[in-house]
Each structure stands twice: as structure tokens, then as C-alpha cells.
């Protein structure tokens, strides 16, 4: 777009960078939370499931809106994969000593 | 009917809190009102949409009357936001503060 | 990215708005349409003008397919409602040992029928009715079904995360409620945008959450991935009804379904019967599942009881839900507003109207904050003028389709071979033709020249109605057949709103120079 509010390259990359963050691998940090509620929330095992799938469209939105709401491009990711690493590691371990159904 | 009555109530309920602004009300009510009667009438707005509530849910049973509830508030305000646009235009132009942002 | 934080959100707003605003608009036309498909499939089967008994109708169909299908795993029946006034049925054929079932696609007429009250098949025309206008709403057309699904949950999402972004970024958009105006020249396309995305807010915070909710399980399989192996044992954990039974190979007659439902419809309060599944017919282990209608409360998922097909003994009845399992159910059914009633439905269109306004004006505004900022206004660049085009196949091209799509209803001939089909396929076609036409002409002519066939289009509707079936409003006055009447006045008043539309659009003049800096000034800032 030829027009002056049109962003810089590096406010574009930056811009870009964060729809990675808030898509791909939001999808999958939104997957492992509800995995894990669906889990370990108070509740019956398919009370659960349903309780958890209910909630994960609003953890999805929530964490896309505090990605493009962060100061700093870096602490984004740092947090992204910092969270999606640690709770993935907590939902293999929940999974290896409870099991499935 | 109920539907008709909880709509005339949320339409009275919502030009009563739109009289009570006092932004609003050179516009909406021809003058500026006092303190005592602004406060009035916000307490009637407010007061007349809970009665539109409790004649809904009474009148179409708890659930369906919530849900038909807010309906109605939408069209209500929906309604007295068009009547308040309405009087504006009619008005000959004047000194009005920036439409907004 | 903080100061930037609305920058950044306006810009994303703009773009990925602009990107999934053609596909919402088509999601926002079907669904609120959909919100009466009982009455658009009556109007496109005007041969059917039975409203029969429904017990004895549904008698009538149990008759119909013992005789038809006796052989049948199981069947299924929807009982005439209020809104519907056929049965229709569906069976599944015995399961052959060694034998991959069936994936059920293809025609639906292999394993389906619609009867009347008489257990008669119907001799309508051939026609999807509503029903195609809201299966569109979610499932598209000429492409995978799990593609559109995906497709319009990537859309929903957006449109989620715009209505939270909205209400952050405007934090006083209620305090400020009555600030909205309805301005004039080129800010009108911006205050439509504004006023409608606002004052119908809770509806799309509503619509837009529990639409995301009605296909959860496909876009967030791993709440239950992660508590079953396969999703089938959370299936037959949650629907007990759901068990296959064994069949015994002892032949044994079906007991009367009439007692049944009145049973059923005191144990629900008065609730009607929306499905009644027989299980093995015919054979000892059979049994009859009858299921509440969606109708009867806003909970989409009815309850269900099951008896003995033998002896009519009650053998189960689903258990109480659980409060997530209530809760998904509430919303599913908020969504599809089966349980509405004539004033809640109509309220519920009139949202998906304004709902379907915001992102049309949306996509105007898109082009309309452009124009002004061109370099050379007369010769746009490639970018521009494909958005402008594409926005009045969307805008004008959809509508002028479904009009056309229930023009066909009545004038493909009656006989012809994949009528139904054919039906949807010219909808496509003039909805293509527009988008051809808004290539091919100059835009502002394309766009009055679309938008007054559309007015045309939905003008033709009650004319040609008039001259090729016997029902129409002026005999529906004097019958009380209020549907038919109700039918015109919908479209004429389609036909009015395109053509106050076309009109405005004629009238409309290209920003000047002069005024196009101040305008562009306001609009940077919205």
C-alpha cells in the first residue's frame, strides 16, 4: 500500500513475527492447557473434557490479545515456549502415569 | 404481548438513562437537568429495565426470559440511540463537540 | 509494541478483517437466513400443505417403513412441528458380516424418505429448501466439508478475537453507548460500521462464542483426546442411548409408538417429541429412543428416553447432565435459536441483519479510507480495484443468488434430472455473473447495476411465485395461509432495502480532492 500509515519493514516483521506467536504455536500452548484441565479439573472425566474444550476458545483469544498486547517482541517468544515447553512436559508426565480411557 | 411490554419498558428504561446523562441531555431533553432529577432518573432506567426482566422471566419462563431479555435491550437501545441521532440532525447546526475520538 | 498496542490492533483489524470479511458476510447472510429455514423449505415445496397429527403421523411412517425397509438396522423419524409439516425418515441398511458399512454420503434419497401425515411419500418438487442455506452457513459448497468447517472456525475465531480486542481497546464503549452517530458523506460508512458493531455486541459475543462451541470437538479434539483413547468411548460414556444392541434373530411385532410419546411428553413436561429411533425393528431386542424436541427449551441436546419395542417398558432414560455438559448444551442451542419463538426469532434476524450490515460496511470502509489516499484516484492500482470488485460480488452477488436460488425453485422444470442440485448451482451462477459484471464495468456503475438486480431478483420472487403455483399472498389473505403472505412481504422488502441501496449508491459522488484530505484526517484516526 502506497500510503503514509502504512507500517515499516521492521514494525511488519515485528507484526509478523507475533501472528506466529498468536496462531501456530498459540494453538498448540491453548492445546496442552485444555489437555491438561480437561485432566485435572475437580470434576467427572467427561464433565471435564467438556469443560475444558467449553473454556479453550477463551484461553485462545486471551493469550492472541496479551501477545499483541506484550512490550517486547523477545518476551513474547521467551514466554511462549517457556510455558509451552514446561506445561507440555507436565501433561507427558500426567499422561504416562494416569492413562486414557 | 409480553414481548411488547418488556420492549416499551427497556425503550422508557433506556431514554431515561440517556435523559439522565447530562451530555446527552441539550440534545435529548432540550435543557440541562439538575443533579437531583439526573440521578432520578438513571435510578427509573435502571429500574425499569429490571422490571422489563422480571415481567420476561415471569412471562416466558427463567430461561427464555433472560435470553428474550436481551434482546430486548438490544432493540431498546437500538431504538432511543436512533431517536437521539434523529434529534440531532433535526437540530440547525451548532458549535458541537468533536463527534468523537 | 505497547503505544502501539491499538495501532497494531487496528492494523490487524483491518487486514485480517478484510482477508475473512467476504466469507463472515456469506456466513452472516445464510445463518440469519437459516433462522427460517423450516418456513423457506415450506415455501419451496408449496405441494405440501398438510399439518397432520403427529402421533398419527408418526404411526403412519413406522407403517411406511416396515413395509419399505423391514430388513433396516434402524430408523429414524422426525415427526411433524409446528414449522415442519412432513415426517422426515432416515434408516441405516442391516450391516452385512464382512462387509465395510457404508459411509452414508452420496444421494440422500438411497436411505431417506418424506412422508406425510399418511405415511404417503411426498411428491414435491426436488429441492435442499432451507436447509442448503444453513448447511452453507457452516459447511460452504463444492469443496470438503472439513475444510469449510475448519475454513469458517478460523473466521469465528478472528471475529472472536476482534470482539474481545474491541472491548478493550474501547473501554467505554457501553458508558459511551449514545455517543454513536449515524453521520452523513463519507464518515456514514464508518458509523454504520461503528453503531451496528456496537449495539448488537452481546449478540455477537453470543453467536460468535457458541458457534465456535458447536463444532468444539473439531477444532479442540485434545479436552477429550486427552481423557480417552478414542472419541467414540467418550461418546458412548456420555450418550448411553448410543450402546448398539444385540440382535436376537426372534421376529417380534413393534408395539404402538402413540402411548409411548404421551408418556414421554408428561415425563417432559408438555415437551413435544423431536425423533423417535427404532433399533433393530422387527426383531425381539428392538428398541424405540424418543428424544425431546429442540423446541421444547433452549438446551439443544433433548433428553431422551428408551423402551422395550416389544413390551414398552421403559428401560432407560438419559441421565441428568452434568453442569458443562448442560452448559455446551444451552449453548449450542442459543446458537441455532431452534427453541426461539415467533418474537425471539424475528429478534434474533433482526441481530444477524445488523450483524450482517457491520461487516459489509466493514468491507466498504476498507476501500472507502483508500480512495481517498490514492495516488491517482481514477486509475487505482491492482490491489484496490480487486477489493472494490470483490466486495460487490459479496455485498450484492449473495443476496442477488438467493434470490435467484428461489426464482429456480419455480421455474426449473419440475421433472428435470438433479433439480435440487441445479437449484444451488444457479444460485453459484449468479453469483458468479455479478462478480464478472463488478470486473467488467466501471465500479460505481457496477455497483448500482448489482445492487438494483438484486432489488429486481427479490422483486420477481412473489411475481413469479404468483404465475406458477396457486399459493400466493392474495389467496393466502383470504385462506389465512399466512406463510405465503408473510413470503412476499419478506422479499418485497428485500427488494425495497437493495433498491433504496442501489439508489443511495447512484447518488453517492467520489470524494473531491479538497474534501478527500479532511475526510482522510477523521478517518486516520478512527
Known sequence: ?101 | MTHIIAIALCITGFACLCAAMVRHQPDFVGRKLDAGTSRMLRHAGFALLMAALAIDMTGLGAGYGAVAWCAHLTLGAGLVLFRLNRAIARQPAKVKPAPKR | MKDGFRQSMAWLHTWTGLLLGWLLFAMFVTGTAAYFQEEISRWMKPEVTAAPDREAATQAAITYLHRTQPDAESWFISPPSARSPTVSTFWQPRKVEGEEPRKRRGRRGDTSATLDGQGQPVTARETQGGFFLYRFHFDLHYMPVYWARYLVGVAAMFMLIAIFSGIVTHKKIFADFFMLRFGKGQRSWLDAHNVTAVFALPFYLMITYTGLVTLATMYMPWGIAANYSKPDAFFEEVFPGRKEMERSDIGAPLVPVRPLMEVARQRWNGAEIGSVRIALPGDQNSTITLTRASSGAIGSRGESMVFSGTTGDLLEESPTQGGAMATQSVMIGLHAGRFAGWGLRWLYFLSGVGGTIMVGSGLVLWTVKRRAKLPDPARPHFGFRLVSRMNIAAIAGLPAGIATYFLANRLLPLGMAERADWEIHSLFIAWGATLIWAIARPEKRAWVESLTLAAGLFGAVPVVNALTVPRNSINGLRSGDWLFVAFDIAMLMLAVGFGYAAHKAARATTAKPRRARAIKEELATA
Open chain 1, 1 to 101: 500500500m502506497a500510503s503514509r500509515a502504512s507500517p515499516a519493514p521492521r514494525y511488519r516483521l515485528a507484526v509478523a513475527s507475533r501472528v506466529l506467536a498468536a496462531i501456530p504455536l498459540n494453538y498448540a500452548l491453548t492445546s496442552i492447557v485444555t489437555a491438561l484441565l480437561a485432566r485435572h479439573l475437580p470434576l467427572s472425566r467427561a464433565e471435564a473434557s467438556v469443560a475444558a474444550t467449553l473454556t479453550s476458545f477463551l484461553i485462545f483469544a486471551l493469550i492472541a490479545m496479551a501477545i499483541f498486547h506484550a512490550r517486547s517482541t523477545a518476551k513474547v517468544w521467551v514466554w511462549m515456549i517457556g510455558s509451552t515447553a514446561l506445561l507440555g512436559t507436565l501433561l507427558a508426565l500426567s499422561l504416562q502415569l494416569g492413562g486414557r480411557a
